[in-house]
């Protein structure tokens, strides 16, 4: 069946209501035309009952909040016409909402279950949305949290890793074909070229990560980053990791070091194994995307881990994502 999304998709099978004769097939048919509606009819009056977004409406053109109102679109939501510059608009005129075909609770159940930890493709089922939409939703997730890791500062008492993700398969095998024989060139041992390294550190209040290079970690890029997540003088805990020296005498850090494989290496670096280890199920969740997009998938993922510990309930977070969604104002 094709996307929920095409409305042409369902003319026919909605059509068979009236010439079937069957009843079992025509109550089914009958839900099916129910849950489509109830999905893909825009309602922006529930976003302005979830968001409380009553007092802050501006015309997106010009600014100005003395505005008319012109009349109800064909879905019932209030339009308005700014009287300065003539342009029609609505509550959700700019942001990342307004194109959408899909109402509100299907947003909801969407980031919801992507948040929960479940897979796009998972979340695309449970919002009753294509795979097409699934994907251009999460690309605007992406625009919304491009920079949410910006102001992310830890302080005091911190713990420090890297970790490492695969390169896209495609970039790990060749294939030479020699006559009938097919030569394979296998991944490289260790640390290789193939893998990204990935910046990990956290207070257990708060964490970021973010991409250093490709194989072995390069100590500038790493004072780079910790240079501005890290307050100078914090003290940081991790293994004993070479390429973390030269931003430890820079910026005055105090540094505890542990054995990597040891017991009490195991037992100090708990937070940080643990931090990695919802990492690496995360990206393994979201497996297949191309790699230009994994600082993007570790925005999303330090935006659920941060959010979860700050307000402690998925229906906040999902709330909190959904009004930034809205909030984000598109270039015009």
């Known amino acids: 069946m094709n996307s929920q999304t095409k409305e042409s ?118 919002a009753k949305i294509s795979y097409v939409t699934g994907t251009q939703w999460l690309n605007k997730v992406f625009l919304v949290l491009k920079e949410y890791q910006n102001d992310i500062v830890l302080d005091r008492k911190l713990y420090i890793d890297e970790t490492y993700i695969h390169e896209d398969q495609s ?20 640390i290789s070229r193939n893998k990204i390294c990935i910046l990990v550190a956290t207070d257990c209040k708060k964490s970021f990560a973010e991409i250093v290079c490709h194989g072995r970690p390069q100590r500038l890029k790493n004072y780079e980053i910790c240079k501005k997540h890290i307050v100078e003088g914090a003290t940081i805990i991790g293994d004993e990791d070479t390429s973390l020296t030269f931003t430890v005498n820079k910026m005055n850090l105090t540094r505890r070091m542990y054995k990597a494989y040891t017991y009490d290496a195991f037992e100090a670096l708990e937070p940080i194994d643990q931090l990695c280890s919802r990492l690496k199920f995360f990206i393994d969740k979201h497996r297949g995307f191309k790699k230009e997009k994994l600082a993007d998938y570790l925005n999303l993922f330090i935006f659920i881990d941060n959010e979860k510990y700050a307000l402690g309930d998925l229906y906040l977070v999902t709330k909190k994502l959904l009004k930034m969604i809205f909030e984000y104002k598109k270039d015009e």
């Open 9 to 126: 998709s369902y003319r026919k099978l909605f059509s068979k209501i009236e010439k079937e004769n069957d009843f079992f097939e025509l109550e089914i048919i009958k839900r099916i035309k129910d849950d489509y509606i109830s999905n893909h009819t825009n309602d922006f009056k529930k976003i302005e009952l979830l968001l409380n977004k009553n007092n802050d409406l501006a015309c997106p053109k010009c600014g100005r909040k003395d505005f008319l109102k012109n009349g109800l679109d064909k879905n019932g939501t209030q339009r308005y016409l700014c009287p300065r510059c003539h342009k029609s608009f609505n509550v959700a005129s700019s942001s990342l909402l307004f194109s959408s075909k899909v109402n509100i609770r299907s947003w909801f159940v969407f980031l919801e279950s992507l948040l929960s930890g479940s897979s796009m493709r998972n979340a695309c089922i449970m």
């Open 171 to 190: 970039k790990i095998f060749l294939f030479d074909e020699i006559g009938k024989i097919k030569k394979v060139k296998k991944e490289p041992r260790g």
